[in-house]
């Protein structure tokens, strides 16, 4: 039981906000569901999974969200169509990424977003 327990604290901690793997001074909220636009030009639902600093940049002046290309999962499509994406192929939505909701029914045993899940030993 206390091994189950720990593994509870590991989730708890995620709660507090998805973040970037570095410092991204400026770049898109990512705890916001964004449009992307795909390389066919349609547009779909999606999560920024991390971002980085933009070919041409000058990592030395300040930065804003133009400054970085994004890496997004494309909601309901399989991670093989994942990519990098400049700022300009993407509309920030008002929808909060519902991280939480997702942890909880995977920890009900419920199947959820089978292309980024983690396991849980």
Request: charged share 35%; proline share 2%; aromatic share 8%.
């Amino acid at each position: 039981m206390a091994k189950s327990s720990k593994k509870l604290s590991k989730i708890n901690l995620n709660l507090e906000g998805r973040k970037y793997s570095q410092p991204s001074e400026g770049a898109i909220d990512l705890n916001f569901y964004v449009i992307g636009q795909m390389k066919d030009g349609s547009k779909h639902l999606a999560k920024i999974i991390d971002c980085r600093l933009a070919n041409g940049v000058d990592p030395k002046k300040k930065r804003n969200e133009y400054s970085y290309e994004y890496y997004i999962h494309y909601v309901d499509f399989d991670r093989r169509l994942d990519e990098w994406v400049p700022r300009h192929r993407l509309e920030v939505t008002k929808d909060l990424v519902e991280e939480d909701n997702i942890l909880r029914k995977k920890h009900k045993g419920g199947a959820v977003d089978k292309e980024h899940e983690g396991k849980i030993n």
